[in-house]
């Protein structure tokens, strides 16, 4: 069965240090998404990706967040200054479109000390 | 803007017993999703059920139900028979539907649902 696979599961980084957090969707779908789960807390959206370009971004997803989608098969999450409130579980996420649930990754666990 | 409530932050059953979890939600949209999603201790996060706002007939997927009240934007799950391995964090989710080139979800809280034997 498809599925959304992330890498890496883990990640711990030094505060200030860029982090890359990849992705790589269901490969029929065109909608892509990351959302974020600090620990114990609800999942937020973070931003949407559709046809090469953002869609949405909600107001976590700041200057120092960026999406890319390199070669037609990964979805990148760059985090380029990251601090400690950066930590979280970070979801990346697809879908077919309209009318269609997303498929959720297992997670890329972001700690930053 | 859309907002989704679980007003139960935790919730146990005994195993083989029925439990119901709640969810509200508030939007202005007529065209949405909702859905439920079952987050493990492993994290990952998978469909449970889904239900289409146009459709009257409450969805079911097995031992997963909903009641589905549109007027209320009630959005309730009820497992039945439940199984150790439904102990999990369950999040309801709120998908617009607008024809549009994002389909982001909204999720409430989450309820920690423990099964006990």
């Known amino acids: 069965e498809p599925e959304v696979t992330q890498t890496p599961s883990h990640q711990v980084t030094q505060m200030g240090q860029e982090v890359i957090l990849r992705c790589v969707p269901i490969?029929?779908?065109?909608?892509f998404y990351w959302y974020r789960q600090i620990l114990g807390q609800k999942v937020e959206f973070l931003v949407s990706f559709y046809n090469n370009e953002i869609s949405e971004k909600s107001e976590i997803f700041d200057d120092q967040f960026s999406v890319e989608r390199p070669d037609g098969s990964n979805f990148t999450l760059k985090i380029r200054s990251t601090k400690l409130e950066d930590s979280a579980m970070y979801f990346c996420a697809s879908n077919v479109g309209q009318k269609a649930e997303a498929f959720f990754g297992q997670g890329t666990r972001l700690t930053v000390v | 803007a859309q907002t989704v409530t679980q007003s139960q932050p935790e919730m146990s059953v005994q195993e083989a017993e029925t439990v119901t979890l709640s969810c509200t939600y508030d939007t202005s949209e007529s065209n949405y999703y909702l859905f439920w999603y079952k987050q493990p201790p492993s994290r990952q996060m998978i469909l449970v059920i889904r239900?289409?706002?146009?459709?009257?007939q409450n969805a079911t997927e097995n031992r997963f139900s909903v009641n589905f009240q549109k007027a209320a934007k009630s959005f309730s799950l009820k497992i039945s028979d439940s199984q150790l391995g439904d102990t999990a964090m369950y999040f309801c989710?709120?998908?617009?539907?607008?024809?549009?080139?994002?389909?982001?979800?909204?999720f409430g809280k989450g309820t920690l649902l423990t099964v006990n034997p």
């Open positions: 490969s029929n779908h065109l909608y």
């Open positions: 989710a709120f998908m617009k539907f607008s024809g549009g080139s994002n389909y982001k979800l909204t």
């Open positions: 239900q289409e706002a146009y459709k009257q």
